[in-house]
């Protein structure tokens, strides 16, 4: 069964940088698309891009595009959210989900990685 | 770019219907056939319900529905259960490969 597993939580300090990793498992890796959406607490969804995981192309959100990095790593069918600059509007609920190549809408989700930004 | 305009909740008793609306522009719901709509009841994580304007994954009951007019998407839910409580999400291509989400809309079921 198609599953996208996350990284545990992170505390990170203002101004530092927090990587989250998404492994898949069930299904060919390289055939879809990984995006990122976030969830700060008690508030909405929010898009923050996605990278193709079989050619590594990848879109950013206009809000996050100088301090977020989107890598894979085919061999562990993996893939990696880095987000740099830290700040306390940050800390959120951080989901991996996976979409069709051709398409917009998001069938599976990762269970959610919590980072948490504190000084 | 705002989120898409979103009622922060609505309610229904058990067996009505009720209609969740998701307002955008040209550039978005009105410009692609590519709105999906996520449920995420609390604590939980989201689930597709709906996707491009209209179309159910298996899975999903036939209570669950999609349209839209214009530049504003909708999910009905019919023969309201009290397991239908939780946040909806609309979600919609954007243009160049981009998505965004709506505000999110809370349904209590009376």
């Keep these: ?119 | 770019q705002s989120a898409l305009t979103q009622p922060r909740s609505v309610s229904g008793s058990p067996g009505q219907s009720v209609t969740i609306s998701c307002a955008g522009t040209s550039s978005d719901v009105g410009g692609y056939n590519s709105v999906s709509w996520y449920q995420q009841p609390p604590g939980r994580v989201p689930k597709l319900m709906i996707y491009d304007v209209s179309k159910r994954p298996s899975g999903v009951p036939d209570r669950f529905s999609g349209s839209r007019s214009g530049n504003t998407a909708s999910l009905t839910i019919s023969g309201l259960q009290a397991e239908d409580e939780a946040d909806y999400y609309c979600c919609s291509y954007a243009g160049s490969y981009t998505l965004i989400f709506g505000g999110g809309t809370k349904l209590t079921v009376l």
């Design chain 1, 1 to 119: 069964q198609v599953q996208l597993v996350q990284s545990g939580g992170e505390v990170k300090k203002p101004g530092a940088s927090v990587r989250v990793s998404c492994k898949a498992s069930g299904y060919t890796f390289t055939s879809y698309v990984i995006h990122w959406v976030r969830q700060a607490p008690g508030q909405g969804l929010e898009w923050m891009g996605w990278i193709n995981a079989g050619n590594g192309n990848t879109k950013y959100s206009e809000k996050f595009q100088d301090r977020l990095t989107f890598t894979r790593d085919t061999s562990a069918n993996t893939a990696y959210m880095e987000l740099s600059s830290l700040r306390s509007e940050d800390t959120a609920l951080y989901y991996c989900a996976r979409c069709d190549v051709a398409a917009t809408a998001f069938d599976y989700w990762g269970q959610g990685t919590l980072v948490t930004v504190s000084s």
